[in-house]
C-alpha cells in the first residue's frame, strides 16, 4: 500500500501570472496579446503601452523590455493565468507560427515551450501541438475568472471583478475575426502633423537605400503596422527622428569621403 493516492498532486499557490519552470511548459492561449514595454522601479515593474515607450529607463544600464501579455490556460497548475513575454526568441517563434499557413494564430492548437538552462543560458524551444478545439472546462474556468489584460499599464489587479469590460477570449475562428481588443487603442492614437511628417520625409530620402527599407520593414511589422511616415504616432516622433538623422549624417558623410577620393 502506498503512502499517498495515486492520483494526489501537490496544491500551487494561487498565481494569476505564470513563470515557465525547466522542462516542459504546456499552454493553451486564450486572448490576443497586448504589447508594450517593462521598466522596474523599486523592484516592481512599470509597464508602458507601445506607443509611450519612455524615453529613458529608471536605470539607464536597463533598458525597458519589449512584451507581450495574454491570458493562458496553464496545463501543469490548471490555472488561467497572464503569461508575460520579453523573451525575444519565444516572440519570435510564436510570430513564426502565425505566419505559417499550416499552423496559423496559436489559438486552436496547444504548445509546449520547452526551457533549458539557467541565467543568459537559458534556452526556449516551442513545439506546436495538432489542433483541436478549446476543452470546455477551460472555456468555463476562462469564463469564471475573468481578465482585464489593459490593467497591466496601470498596475492594477487584470483579475479584479470590478471592471466594466474584459479582454474576450478567442476559441472559434469568428472570435479571432471579430474581436479585435487593440483595435479602438490603435485608432485613437495622436498622429504627427504634417510639419513633422515632411521633416521626417525630407532625412529618410537622404538615408540609405538600405536603411530605408529597413526602417520601413520595422514600422510594418510592428503592433501599430506603420506604412506610411505620416501615420507615425507622436509618442514614436522623437526617437525617429534621431535615428533618420543619424543615418542621413552618416551616409551623407559617406558619399563626401567617396566624392573627396575621386581624381578629376
Known amino acids: 500500500m502506498s503512502f499517498l493516492p495515486i492520483d494526489y498532486k501537490s496544491p500551487s499557490l494561487n498565481n494569476n501570472y505564470m513563470k515557465f519552470v525547466d522542462g516542459e511548459n504546456k499552454i493553451r492561449i486564450l486572448t490576443s496579446p497586448i504589447f508594450g514595454w517593462e521598466d522596474w522601479e523599486n523592484n516592481r515593474p512599470i509597464r508602458y503601452k507601445f506607443e509611450d515607450k519612455p524615453l529613458k529607463s529608471v536605470d539607464p544600464k536597463k533598458p525597458a523590455r519589449h512584451f507581450w501579455a495574454f491570458v493562458v490556460f496553464n496545463y501543469l497548475t490548471e490555472e488561467i493565468q497572464i503569461l508575460q513575454i520579453v523573451q525575444a526568441t519565444l516572440r519570435k517563434q510564436i510570430q513564426t507560427l502565425c505566419e505559417d499557413g499550416d499552423w496559423g494564430a496559436p489559438f486552436f492548437y496547444d504548445i509546449k515551450i520547452i526551457k533549458k538552462g539557467e541565467g543568459v543560458a537559458t534556452e526556449y524551444m516551442i513545439n506546436p501541438l495538432p489542433h483541436k478545439p478549446t476543452a470546455d472546462y477551460i472555456i468555463s474556468q476562462f469564463e469564471e475568472k475573468p481578465c482585464y489584460l489593459e490593467a497591466l499599464y496601470d498596475s492594477a489587479d487584470p483579475f479584479d471583478k470590478k471592471w466594466d469590460t474584459f479582454t474576450p477570449g ?36 537622404d538615408c540609405s537605400k538600405e536603411y530605408q527599407k529597413s526602417l520601413m520593414a520595422s514600422l510594418k511589422k510592428s503592433p501599430i503596422e506603420v506604412v506610411d511616415l505620416s501615420k507615425l504616432p507622436v509618442a514614436l516622433y522623437e526617437r525617429i527622428k534621431s535615428a533618420l538623422f543619424k543615418n542621413r549624417d552618416e551616409y551623407q558623410d559617406s558619399l563626401d569621403t567617396i566624392d573627396s577620393q575621386i581624381p578629376f
Open 170 to 205: 478567442v476559441f472559434k475562428r469568428d472570435d479571432e475575426l471579430v474581436k479585435k481588443p487593440e483595435s479602438k487603442e490603435r485608432h485613437s492614437v495622436a498622429l504627427i502633423s504634417k510639419a513633422q511628417s515632411d521633416e521626417l520625409e525630407d532625412a529618410y530620402n
